[in-house]
């Protein structure tokens, strides 16, 4: 069965740092291209990024609202996902959700973590 | 990257057919038959319903059907049952390589 377990979600102030996880399990996450999608409190849903396979050069892709700010890394040894946070400003706030794109000819998001809660406040 | 745009409600009696567009541009919707659509409940994680414009993911009820014309995809949910209530968000690949949803529509049963 495959699952997604982000961590590492918390409270930081404003300019601060933060790096999430995502703990994956039940598919084989060297083929996969790894996602994240955050969601405001009580607003939509916004693309963050994606890191493409190894086999893919592990190329990065971020929306305009974080890109230079943030940075998503892969260990597929230990089966993890990162995303690094910096720069952290109020509407970074939401709930992070990791989400895996099994195969790279699919281009839809069908597992999705349980999410993880980052607060930017001061 | 602007996100793609869906009436904010849409509500229909139980029995009944509703439809939510999602319009976007030549960069995204119209360029790629890469759209699928999410149904979220409140507090839960978003769930794939419909992928590739058209395609129920398995164990979807045949109720849903996704459509697409030039910008605009389109979501049908006939024989409104109360379960339907949740919100619903369109998504796109881009040509810029990226992914943008839609600004997300509530469906409310009456």
Not at chain 1, 5 to 18: A, C, F, I, M, R
Not at chain 1, 47 to 72: H, L, M
Not at chain 1, 74 to 80: G, Q, T, V
Not at chain 2, 16 to 29: A, E, F, K, L, P
Request: negative net charge.
């Amino acid at each position: 069965e495959v699952e997604l377990v982000e961590s590492g979600g918390g409270s930081v102030k404003p300019g601060g740092s933060l790096r999430v996880s995502c703990t994956t399990s039940g598919f084989n996450i060297d083929k996969a291209y790894m996602n994240w999608v955050r969601q405001a409190p009580g607003k939509g849903l916004e693309w963050v990024g994606r890191i493409k396979s190894k086999s893919d050069g592990e190329t990065t892709d971020y929306a305009e609202p974080v890109r230079g700010r943030f940075s998503i890394s892969r260990d597929d040894s230990k089966d993890i996902v990162y995303l690094q946070m910096n720069s952290l400003k109020s509407e970074d706030t939401g709930v992070y959700y990791c989400i895996a794109v099994r195969f790279s000819d699919w281009f839809f998001f069908d597992y999705w973590g349980q999410g993880t809660l980052v607060s930017v406040s001061s | 990257q602007s996100a793609l745009t869906q009436p904010a409600s849409v509500s229909g009696s139980p029995g009944q057919s509703i439809t939510i567009s999602c319009t976007g541009t030549s960069s995204d919707v119209g360029s790629y038959d890469y759209v699928s659509w999410y149904q979220q409940y409140p507090g839960k994680a978003p769930k794939l319903i419909i992928y590739d414009v058209k395609n129920r993911l398995s164990g979807v009820s045949n109720r849903f059907t996704g459509s697409k014309s030039g910008n605009t995809a389109s979501l049908t949910i006939s024989g409104l049952q109360a379960e339907d209530e949740a919100d619903y968000y369109c998504n796109s690949y881009t040509t810029e390589t990226t992914y943008v949803f839609g600004t997300g529509t509530r469906v409310t049963v009456l």
